[in-house]
């Protein structure tokens, strides 16, 4: 499927003479960002006159108290308007060698970023093992706990108090903790809120190691749900916010990589301490520790440049965005271009309460498409089936006859599966991109879901049986890891614009860990009812339905700006369905159906300009 976004991006061979814009501006002209009929993808800065260009550097460093730096602006910003012909600029604007060395180098070699970016990165990262180390440290603990606790019958009562339990994270998040995002986001910052994120994923996970009642329990792991909620909205966009737009994809798909690290880490937890006498408090307990190295190496972090430019805080950004960067010519093309794009959200999207803004998430179209997207791609996690073996995976092969310590040893795999197929994605998200890596990995997941299933059906005693639901479990998760387990987060980071980004982050988060808890909370009695081939059919048909909704609601986002991505959203629906339908499907047929390598996929996206063709067709008026 990569093929589809490789020719949906391409720029056009020719520009139709009768294509109207949907809503013309004069100096801030730019495409309407509620409704751009023509998919077009238009820089605001290109266009304009290079004197008028000049003139509008001049007042934005008087304004923004950046005058020290005017050099770099009035080159910066002669980048940012023509990208691709850095190297053809003249005049005193001309860069030197070292400036051209230095952009040049950001293109052929976009791996060699500032140490301080690694460090942003990787100090964020660092907290997602929180939350996949706590799902594995439940998935263990379940074995044990709830004879302790004395609900450990077969009643709906004790089945539910169970699920709550092993749910109480996800509830805190979904109710409490995404909805704190926006607030918290507002008042202290991306490094503020990620600090008090932290403190909440290590009093009561540790609180949790040491509760003799199951109130207690459900307590503590509500609270840590807060923390983790908070942390889980604000750590990708963080870290979107900070990564050029090149090699976005895989720096915050370093959250999933380290949710998987901490998959992993739990499983491992759970064998070393499986004959202890308290091991399943320190299967519950164990996942504080990658809090506290968050909680410190976040003090060592600059904040978010555009978080700082939001609040008209620009001496600032350029502070941060100085450390994040090679050189000041990048500094100065980023913050102008993040500034031009800024000023457009800024007339369409005006100013707004929280209130305000979550309404909007549904009625603004631009903002509206967005939240369908991350919605989609969100929910998907959950329909997938991946949290029913993350949370249940020792409960499920004990009831495909294994033992205690065979079902956990066999958890321990499947982390291991998890984490190390998590690694492709490194390349893959942002060559390949985010739809493309779904559309092709869901298909794959449904029918190992299951094949893993089925495989329950061989008697018992056959040897085949064990290895059999072992083998498609773990194909399951290498499928999973490098598709539906970074996308996510990733793209629900990016596809927002700056003014609504913290509410719909939140939302999106809401949405995952919600029903996750629902998840949660109803397996035990779809695994009693249906048992596990029964469970795993159903989640695979929630596969089938997973493709289809990303295929017609989830548009490709890679190596996209996120100012770009305003145009992207701003495509209507019913033009971007009628394009997989009309376009995509027939070419997708020719070319792998029937093996018709000559076919062409038209390209939905389109680079272009709105003022070069205004000036062009101003001009053939006059002749």
């Known amino acids: 499927m990569s093929d589809i976004e490789k020719h949906s991006i391409e720029p056009p061979k020719g520009v139709a003479n009768d294509e109207k814009l949907e809503q013309g501006l004069d100096v801030s002209e730019h495409v309407n960002l509620n409704t751009n009929l023509q998919a077009k993808i238009i820089n605001p800065l290109e266009g304009i006159p290079r004197d008028q260009l000049m003139r509008d550097v001049e007042a934005f460093v008087q304004e ?55 460090l942003t990165i990787i100090t964020c990262s660092i907290g997602a093992a929180v939350q996949g180390w706590d799902q594995t440290g439940s998935n263990g603990a379940t074995l044990f706990f709830p004879a302790y606790y004395g609900i450990d019958s077969d009643s709906t009562r004790d089945k539910i108090l169970v699920g709550l339990i092993n749910a109480g994270p996800y509830i805190g998040c979904a109710v409490i903790g995404c909805w704190l995002s926006d607030p918290f986001n507002n008042w202290i910052g991306r490094r503020g809120t990620i600090f008090l994120a932290a403190h909440f994923c290590i009093w009561p996970v540790i609180g949790s190691a040491f509760s003799h009642t199951y109130a207690q329990q459900l307590t503590n792991r509500l609270l840590m749900g807060i923390g983790m909620g908070l942390k889980a909205a604000t750590v990708p966009i963080f870290a979107a916010e900070n990564a050029p737009a090149a090699v976005r994809g895989a720096l915050v798909m370093s959250w999933q990589m380290w949710t998987a690290f901490g998959i992993f880490l739990g499983t491992a937890i759970n064998l070393a301490v499986y004959y202890s006498p308290i091991n399943w408090r320190l299967m519950l307990g164990a996942p504080f520790i990658p809090a506290v190295p968050l909680l410190v190496l976040i003090y060592f972090c600059p904040e978010s440049p555009r978080w700082l430019m939001k609040k008209n805080r620009y001496a600032k950004a350029w502070d941060s965005l100085i450390v994040l960067r090679h050189h000041p010519i990048q500094v100065a093309r980023d913050m102008y271009s993040i500034h031009a794009q800024l000023n457009i959200e800024n007339e369409i999207l005006s100013k707004s309460n929280y209130v305000t803004r979550f309404v909007q998430l549904f009625t603004i179209p631009r903002v509206r498409r967005a939240t369908y997207a991350a919605f989609t791609v969100m929910i998907a996690q959950q329909l997938c089936g991946i949290n029913i073996i993350a949370f249940y995976s020792s409960t499920v092969f004990e009831e495909a006859s294994f033992t205690q310590f065979q079902a956990l040893l066999a958890s321990f795999g499947f982390g291991a599966v998890n984490w190390l197929f998590a690694f492709p994605a490194f390349w893959t998200i942002d060559t ?50 490098p598709g539906e387990g970074p996308v996510p987060f990733t793209y629900s980071a990016e596809v927002f614009p700056l003014s609504h980004r913290e509410v719909g982050m939140g939302f999106a988060v809401a949405t995952c860990l919600g029903w996750a808890a629902v998840l949660g909370i109803t397996f035990p009695f779809i695994l009693s009812r249906l048992g596990t081939v029964g469970a795993f059919g159903l989640y695979a048909g929630f596969n089938v339905l997973a493709f289809f909704m990303i295929f017609f609601l989830v548009p490709e986002t890679k190596q996209r700006t996120l100012e770009e991505l305003d145009y992207v959203f701003a495509v209507p629906t019913n033009k971007f369905v ?26 939905l996206y389109h680079q272009g300009s709105a003022r070069r063709r205004e000036t062009q067709e101003n001009r053939d008026e006059k002749k």
Do not use: C
């Open 432 to 481: 390949f991109g985010r739809r493309s890596l779904l559309l092709f990995t869901f298909p794959q997941m449904t029918w190992t879901l299951l094949a893993a299933g089925l495989s329950t059906l061989i008697p018992m005693g056959n040897p085949a049986r064990l290895g059999l639901v072992a083998l498609f479990i773990y194909l399951f998760a290498a499928f999973y890891s």
């Open 578 to 603: 009628s394009y997989q339908v009309t376009k995509v499907v027939p070419w997708w047929v020719k070319r792998w159906v029937l093996f018709q390598r000559s076919a062409q996929l038209e390209p």
């Open 64 to 118: 923004k108290g950046l005058q020290e730096h005017v050099e770099y602006f009035r080159k910066g910003a002669l980048v940012a308007q023509n990208p691709a012909n850095f190297e053809d600029i003249d005049g005193p604007e001309a860069l030197n060698e070292t400036e051209i060395a230095v952009l040049q180098k950001e293109i052929l070699h976009k791996w060699r970023l500032p140490w301080k970016l690694y």
